[in-house]
C-alpha cells in the first residue's frame, strides 16, 4: 500500500505539468503588483492602482503607522511588499503621510459615551455588514481613526470618492453605534486605542517625505495630494529577461535570488521583498523567463 502511494506521489512529481505552476506564478505576479513597477512581457496593458493616501492623515492612526512600516506584512491579510525603508525614510513618510488630510472628518459633536455597542452589533447583522467583513483585519480599531470611520459609514464617498462601499443613509445615532461596534468587534488584542494626539508635521519632514515617496516608488502604486499615481514605473522592464546578461548565475538563480533578497551588501535595492517562498519565487521565474 505504502508503495503505491509512493510511486504516485513520484508520477505526480515527474509529470509534465507545467500548468499549475505558471498559472500560480502568474497569479503572484499579479497579486504582488509587480506592474506597478516593471513591464512584463503576457501582462501588457495591465496596471495597477492602490488605496489613495491623499486623506491618510485623517483615516490612520500614527501609533499604526509607526509599527506598520517597517513590516507592512506583519498586518494580517495586508499583501504590500516591504520596501526596507531605513529609519530616517520612515519617519518622513510618516510625517508626509500625516500631513496628508484633503478630506477633514470630525466627530466631535457626537456623543460617544452614550454608543451602544450592542444596537450597533444588530445593525451590522440587519445591514448584512459580514457577506463583505467577516473576521476583516482591516477593520482594526488600531488601524483606524474613529472620526473617519464615522464620516465613511455616514456617507463614504465624501471621505474616500474611490471606495467600493455603499451609502445606507443612515441617522447619526445609528452610524455611531455601528462605528463603536466594529472598533471593538474587530480589535486585534495588540491594538492601542489610545485617544492619540493630532501632530502637526513640520514643513521641513514633509517635503522629505514627499521626495522618499516619489524616490522609492510609492507613487507607482498610490495618490497623494502632492504626487499623482503610475507616471514612471521605477523598475527597468522585464521583457526579454532570459537574453539579457545577468551575470555568471544562470538566469533562473538570478531572478530567483531577486526576488528573495533583492539587495547586496553595499548595493541598496528599491525592489520590495514579498516573503515568497522558494517555491513560489521558482513559479515566478518561470513565468518571467517564459519556461
Ligand atoms: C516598488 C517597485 C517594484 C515592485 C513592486 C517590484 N519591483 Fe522588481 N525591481 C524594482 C527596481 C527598482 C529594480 C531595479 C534593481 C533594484 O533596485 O534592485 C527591480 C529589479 C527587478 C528584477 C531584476 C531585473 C534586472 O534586469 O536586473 C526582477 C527580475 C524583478 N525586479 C522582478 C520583480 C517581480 C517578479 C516583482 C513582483 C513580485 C517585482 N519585481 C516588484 C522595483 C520593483
Ligand atoms: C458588498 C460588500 C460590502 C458590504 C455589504 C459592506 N462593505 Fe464595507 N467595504 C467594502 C469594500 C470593498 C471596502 C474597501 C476595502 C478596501 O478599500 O480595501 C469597504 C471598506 C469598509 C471600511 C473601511 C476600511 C478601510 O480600511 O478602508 C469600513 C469601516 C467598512 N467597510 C465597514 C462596513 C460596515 C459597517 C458595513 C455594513 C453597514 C459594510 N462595510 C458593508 C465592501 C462592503
Ligand atoms: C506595488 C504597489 C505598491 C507600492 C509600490 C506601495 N504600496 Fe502601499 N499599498 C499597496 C496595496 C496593495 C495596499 C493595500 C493594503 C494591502 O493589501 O497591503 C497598500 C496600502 C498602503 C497603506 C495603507 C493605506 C490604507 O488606506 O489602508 C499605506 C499607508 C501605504 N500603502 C504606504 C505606502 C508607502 C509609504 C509606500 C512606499 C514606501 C508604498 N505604500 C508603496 C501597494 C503598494
Known amino acids: 500500500m505504502k508503495v503505491v502511494a509512493a510511486c504516485a506521489v513520484f508520477l505526480l512529481l515527474a509529470a509534465p505539468a507545467a500548468a499549475p505552476e505558471e498559472l500560480r506564478g502568474r497569479e503572484l505576479i ?14 501588457a496593458g495591465m496596471a495597477f492602482k492602490a488605496h489613495s493616501l491623499d486623506n491618510a492623515g485623517e483615516k490612520l492612526r500614527a501609533t499604526w503607522l509607526r509599527a506598520w512600516l517597517p513590516d507592512p506584512r506583519s498586518h494580517a491579510g495586508m499583501r504590500m511588499g516591504d520596501l526596507r525603508l531605513n529609519a530616517a ?8 503621510l500625516l500631513s496628508q488630510r484633503s478630506r477633514p472628518v470630525t466627530s466631535a459633536a457626537v456623543n ?9 452589533g444588530k445593525l451590522f447583522e440587519r445591514l448584512q455588514c459580514a457577506s463583505c467583513h467577516s473576521a476583516d483585519t482591516m477593520l482594526d480599531a488600531g488601524r483606524l481613526r474613529r472620526d473617519w470611520v464615522f464620516a465613511l459609514l455616514k456617507d463614504p464617498r465624501q471621505v474616500q470618492p474611490d471606495t467600493p462601499m455603499l451609502n445606507y443613509a443612515l441617522p447619526e445615532l445609528e452610524v455611531r453605534d455601528l462605528t463603536a461596534y466594529v472598533l471593538e468587534e474587530f480589535r486585534s488584542p495588540s491594538a492601542s486605542t489610545e485617544p492619540e494626539r493630532r501632530l502637526q508635521s513640520d514643513a521641513r519632514s514633509v517635503a522629505m517625505g514627499r ?3 516619489e524616490r522609492r516608488g510609492c507613487d507607482g502604486c498610490h495618490r497623494t495630494t502632492a504626487t499623482p499615481v503610475g507616471q514612471v514605473k521605477i523598475g527597468p522592464s522585464l521583457v526579454g529577461l532570459s537574453a539579457r546578461h545577468l ?14 533578497s533583492p539587495g547586496a551588501p553595499g548595493k541598496p535595492s528599491r525592489m520590495p521583498t514579498f516573503e515568497f517562498s522558494n517555491a513560489e519565487a521558482m513559479d515566478v521565474a518561470r513565468v518571467l523567463l517564459g519556461r
Open 30 to 43: 499579479v497579486k504582488s503588483r509587480c506592474l506597478a513597477c516593471h513591464d512584463i512581457p503576457g501582462f
Open 89 to 96: 525614510d520612515r519617519r518622513s513618510i510618516e510625517a508626509f
Open 112 to 120: 460617544w459615551e452614550g454608543a451602544d455597542t450592542r444596537a450597533g
Open 211 to 213: 521626495a522618499v515617496f
Open 247 to 260: 551575470g555568471a548565475a544562470p538566469a533562473r538563480d538570478f531572478v530567483i535570488r531577486k526576488l528573495l
